[in-house]
């Protein structure tokens, strides 16, 4: 949960309607027809092929959802690896529709939080310094930021991100293959193209939920879908009893701008320049308090070093709220004391109920709240799940890459935004990079 790029927050960092909460009907009835039933990948059997790659989703469902841009989202990562002893490349994946004779499906398109595409590109989990696929030991680094490439050496593996849109919701497949193709023709052997067995695309309807913030100028940072920043790479770092976790793949910092544009007035090593510093945070829906993970933990130093950070403290004052239905809301980094004395563990909660302060408490490198749906009362060993705000106004949306304009962010600096297009919505995930008003 540190960082958007920014600040922020990397944790590493339903169905019925439940007062507060509601089911976007339309959005599953339409594409799923009443009564058929979803197909299941079981009942898709691939002959047999050779997968030098082994590709695999991470989770066992693909969740679609309605963005502010009026795209359809599947919004994913997967691992690949290597499983031979020659070095692979030209590495390329494309997504396929196994109900329609395996053919190409939805428009893939994913880039660098500092701008470059890198669609179809794996992020290895260990690298050479120029991520040369050879056998050669080489010393291990972690850079900043993931190093993408088409190429993967023998044993190696890493992650493949996709945001696969869609114009019609009736478009959306009910299952979701890849077709993967690989060369491995330095050692003499052909190119290989092999198909993944089926995953299934849900048709269960994200949770629609009330803003957990007021007033204007709220910048959606590391959120989802086409940007892989802090949240959604955060996967590769989520590894935690044996298996990869992807709980922020949807988590969202809520940080705030003035009419100029700028977070801070001020010094930004003080918390008193950031004027949203200590503003109310609201239950997004009704529920039951799950946990109340911490409430006392220090302020870290804006644009500082973070200090003092394990595992069991990342969130720094937070809950987790259990909502039904299976999903949950991570609340996280609030001010120290903030969170009310008669929230317990076990307090019901009405949507709309302050529960706490916007801080910069645990792993944060400047004020902001990080907010996330997952599907386990977990605020890391779970699966990030999508959501709707049930109305958000689109103010703007930043103008140039993801992490430059950050830079900006915590130097105080106006963050220039483009404001065609703007206007209310209902039913809707706020997308990265875009500023809104609630």
Not at 8 to 14: G, Y
Not at 38 to 43: A, G, I, K, L, R
Not at 133 to 151: A, E, F, K, W
């Given at each position: 949960?540190?960082?958007?790029?920014?600040?922020?927050?990397?944790?590493?960092?339903?169905?019925?309607?439940?007062?507060g909460?509601?089911?976007?009907?339309?959005?599953a009835?339409?594409?799923?027809?009443?009564?058929?039933g979803?197909?299941?990948?079981?009942?898709f059997?691939?002959?047999?092929?050779?997968?030098?790659?082994?590709?695999?989703?991470?989770?066992d469902?693909?969740?679609?959802?309605a963005g502010?841009?009026?795209?359809?989202?599947?919004?994913?990562?997967?691992?690949?690896?290597?499983?031979?002893?020659?070095?692979?490349?030209?590495?390329?994946?494309?997504?396929?529709?196994?109900?329609?004779?395996?053919?190409?499906?939805?428009?893939?398109?994913?880039?660098?939080?500092?701008g470059?595409v890198?669609?179809?590109?794996?992020?290895p989990?260990?690298?050479?310094?120029?991520?040369e696929?050879?056998?050669?030991?080489?010393?291990?680094?972690?850079?900043?930021?993931?190093?993408?490439?088409?190429?993967l050496?023998?044993?190696a593996?890493?992650?493949s991100?996709f945001?696969?849109?869609?114009t019609?919701?009736?478009?959306?497949?009910?299952?979701?293959?890849?077709?993967?193709?690989?060369?491995?023709?330095?050692?003499?052997?052909?190119d290989?193209t092999?198909?993944?067995?089926?995953?299934?695309?849900?048709?269960?309807?994200?949770?629609?939920?009330s803003?957990?913030?007021?007033?204007?100028?709220?910048?959606?940072?590391n959120?989802?879908?086409?940007?892989?920043?802090?949240?959604?790479?955060?996967?590769?770092?989520?590894?935690?009893?044996?298996?990869?976790?992807?709980?922020?793949?949807?988590?969202?910092?809520?940080?705030?701008?003035?009419?100029?544009?700028?977070?801070?007035?001020?010094?930004?090593?003080?918390?008193?320049?950031?004027?949203?510093?200590?503003?109310?945070?609201?239950?997004?829906?009704?529920?039951?308090?799950?946990?109340?993970?911490?409430?006392?933990?220090?302020?870290?130093?804006?644009?500082?070093?973070?200090?003092?950070?394990?595992l069991?403290n990342?969130p720094?004052?937070?809950?987790i709220?259990?909502?039904?239905?299976?999903?949950?809301?991570?609340?996280?980094?609030?001010?120290?004391?903030?969170?009310?004395?008669?929230?317990?563990?076990?307090?019901?909660?009405?949507?709309?109920?302050?529960?706490?302060?916007?801080?910069?408490?645990?792993?944060?490198?400047?004020?902001h709240?990080?907010?996330?749906?997952?599907?386990?009362?977990?605020?890391?060993?779970?699966?990030?799940v999508?959501?709707?705000?049930d109305?958000l106004?689109?103010q703007?949306?930043?103008?140039?890459?993801?992490?430059?304009?950050?830079?900006?962010?915590?130097?105080?600096?106006p963050?220039?935004?483009?404001?065609?297009?703007?206007?209310?919505?209902?039913?809707?995930?706020?997308?990265?990079?875009?500023?809104f008003?609630?």
């Open positions: 949960m540190r960082a958007f790029r920014p600040i922020v927050s990397t944790l590493i960092i339903a169905a019925a309607a439940i007062m909460i509601g089911q976007s009907a339309a959005f009835a339409d594409r799923c027809a009443a009564g058929s979803e197909p299941q990948p079981s009942d059997v691939l002959p047999a092929q050779s997968s030098p790659f082994i590709f695999k989703v991470l989770g469902t693909i969740y679609p959802v502010t841009d009026g795209l359809i989202h599947l919004a994913y990562v997967a691992q690949v690896t290597n499983a031979t002893v020659a070095p692979g490349k030209n590495f390329r994946v494309v997504p396929v529709d196994p109900l329609r004779n395996y053919g190409a499906t939805g428009r893939n398109f994913v880039e660098d939080v500092n470059p890198i669609t179809g590109l794996i992020a989990f260990s690298k050479t310094p120029q991520n696929p050879d056998d050669v030991d080489l010393p291990i680094t972690t850079p900043p930021q993931p190093i993408y490439s088409d190429r050496r023998a044993g593996s890493g992650l991100f945001d696969v849109t869609y019609d919701l009736a478009a959306v497949p009910s299952l979701l293959s890849h077709q993967v193709f690989v060369n491995l023709d330095e050692h003499g052997l052909m290989h092999s198909l993944t067995t089926p995953i299934a695309v849900s048709c269960r309807d994200p949770v629609v939920l803003p957990p913030l007021a007033g204007s100028g709220w910048f959606d940072a959120g989802c879908c086409a940007v892989i920043n802090a949240h959604r790479a955060s996967a590769s770092g989520l590894h935690l009893n044996g298996d990869l976790r992807t709980a922020e793949q949807f988590a969202v910092d809520w940080v705030q701008i003035d009419a100029q544009g700028r977070c801070s007035n001020g010094d930004p090593t003080l918390l008193r320049s950031w004027e949203f510093y200590g503003v109310p945070i609201y239950a997004a829906a009704s529920g039951t308090v799950f946990s109340v993970i911490a409430r006392d933990q220090p302020d870290q130093e804006p644009v500082g070093t973070v200090r003092d950070i394990t069991q990342l720094g004052n937070s809950l709220e259990d909502i039904g239905g299976g999903r949950y809301i991570l609340y996280a980094h609030m001010k120290p004391g903030s969170i009310p004395t008669t929230i317990q563990d076990g307090t019901h909660v009405e949507v709309g109920q302050m529960i706490g302060r916007l801080g910069n408490s645990g792993n944060s490198g400047a004020p709240l990080h907010f996330q749906v997952m599907d386990s009362p977990s605020a890391l060993v779970a699966s990030g999508p959501f709707v705000f109305r106004r689109v703007g949306r930043i103008i140039g890459v993801e992490g430059p304009v950050v830079d900006d962010y915590l130097a105080g600096k963050i220039p935004l483009d404001t065609s297009g703007n206007g209310s919505q209902r039913q809707k995930m706020p997308l990265s990079s875009t500023v008003g609630f």
